[in-house]
């Protein structure tokens, strides 16, 4: 019997087998249902605003304007746009205003304390305008809050990352259906961010290029390719872990989303939708996650490249996975690539 294949990823000491000769495809697991998480009442729908902490950010339209403001107290706005409000249940909080720096710090080699931010940005008015579905001025919007909240975010003296996430279905951990994402602002460098940065680092240093921007340049020519505009490119990475993993990527070099001109950002939404779009007619809608990677690092500007990678939840991780961080994916990154590119174009 032919030998399946073992994968590194680009950067990471990863390792995932491609089970060619499984040949599944992503259509293989689509499903007729999806579980949907229920409630009465949406904390996060236009009206039940006092449900939730105060905004620390709503986009509020004004004479065709907008607007940027935050919630005072108990005094909750109305009429907006996006909303990015604290976590009720915060994994990581600020540092509270009598704790002195000393305190603040880490205390030994192994213990911190979990200081930095938990939000909860919510895209839409419209309970259910998902990116594969949003309207793209809607998305638009909700790139802009990413930003916004990026730049504030990272300023923090004791944010060291900034997480922009988003779990999409009840099998992908939201547990309000509503269209939200998350931000997590941590006090160090999560390790997959941490040892991509190494080695884009260490290829920067060998090659004297950016090992993004020779990925993009790479899949943009060959069978991985999902599809790509003047400014961005969607492709299966070589090395997928999930099936039908797909991530974006600018052709301009950039360590984040920061310098995002209108246009990118525009095209950037396009992308997103487009590429969403098609997993969800793939596959039933699938319940998915997705995570930036970026940074703000200054001394990264020259070896690290932004992009988006999206999870879609279709196997599940037992024994060997767990056990060993060692992977097993039964759809290839190539039928993945072609069956994404069809249903896209
Ligand atoms: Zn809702
Ligand atoms: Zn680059
Ligand atoms: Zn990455």
């Known amino acids: 019997m032919p030998h399946n294949e073992v994968r590194k990823d680009y950067l990471l000491d990863r390792w995932v087998v491609i089970a060619k000769e499984r040949g599944r495809r992503p259509t293989d697991f689509a499903k007729?249902?999806?579980?949907?998480?229920?409630?009465s009442v949406c904390p996060m729908c236009p009206g039940n605003e006092h449900m939730t902490p105060?905004?620390?950010?709503?986009?509020?339209?004004?004479?065709?304007?907008?607007?940027?403001?935050?919630?005072d107290g108990h005094q909750r706005h109305k009429d907006w746009l996006v909303r990015v409000v604290p976590?009720?249940?915060?994994?990581?909080?600020?540092?509270?205003?009598?704790?002195?720096?000393?305190?603040?710090?880490v205390m030994h080699n192994?213990?911190?304390?979990?200081?930095?931010?938990?939000?909860?940005?919510?895209?839409?008015?419209?309970h259910d305008e998902h990116p594969a579905d949003a309207r793209i001025p809607q998305l638009i919007l909700v790139i802009n809050a990413y930003i916004?909240?990026?730049?504030?975010?990272?300023?923090?003296?004791?944010?060291?990352?900034?997480?922009?996430?988003?779990?999409?279905?009840?099998?992908?951990?939201?547990?309000?259906?509503?269209?939200?994402?998350?931000?997590?602002?941590?006090?160090?460098?999560?390790r997959t961010v941490n040892e991509e940065m190494e080695a884009s680092k260490k290829f920067h240093k060998q090659h004297h290029e950016c090992a993004f921007c020779n990925i993009v340049e790479t899949e943009k020519r060959g069978t991985r390719l999902v599809m790509e505009n003047s400014e961005f490119v969607a492709f299966a990475p070589y090395a997928s872990v999930h099936p039908t993993e797909f991530w974006i990527a600018p052709?301009?070099?950039?360590?984040?989303?920061?310098?995002?001109?209108?246009?990118?950002?525009?095209?950037?939404?396009?992308?997103?939708?487009?590429?969403?779009?098609?997993?969800?007619?793939?596959?039933?809608?699938p319940p998915y996650n997705y995570g930036f990677h970026l940074t703000t690092a200054e001394e990264a500007k020259d070896y690290y490249h932004w992009h988006l990678e999206v999870y879609p939840k279709l196997a599940v991780w037992?024994?060997?996975?767990?056990?060993?961080?060692?992977?097993?994916?039964?759809?290839?990154?190539e039928a993945a690539a072609e069956s994404l590119r069809n249903v896209i174009s």
């Open 110 to 126: 192994n213990l911190m304390l979990a200081l930095g931010h938990h939000e909860v940005l919510i895209e839409s008015p419209v």
């Open 54 to 71: 105060p905004a620390v950010l709503a986009y509020l339209r004004s004479q065709r304007q907008l607007v940027k403001v935050s919630d």
């Open 148 to 190: 916004d909240r990026l730049r504030e975010l990272s300023k923090k003296p004791y944010v060291k990352y900034v997480s922009i996430f988003r779990n999409h279905g009840l099998e992908a951990g939201a547990s309000l259906s509503h269209a939200h994402s998350q931000i997590i602002a941590t006090p160090t460098i999560p």
């Open 318 to 333: 037992a024994g060997f996975e767990l056990s060993t961080g060692m992977f097993i994916n039964t759809v290839t990154p």
């Open 251 to 285: 052709k301009k070099h950039e360590m984040n989303l920061l310098n995002l001109k209108k246009n990118e950002i525009q095209l950037f939404a396009e992308t997103m939708k487009k590429c969403l779009c098609g997993l969800k007619q793939l596959v039933n809608d």
């Open 87 to 105: 976590n009720l249940y915060p994994a990581f909080a600020p540092p509270e205003k009598k704790q002195t720096k000393k305190q603040q710090s």
């Open 32 to 39: 007729k249902e999806r579980q949907q998480a229920k409630m």
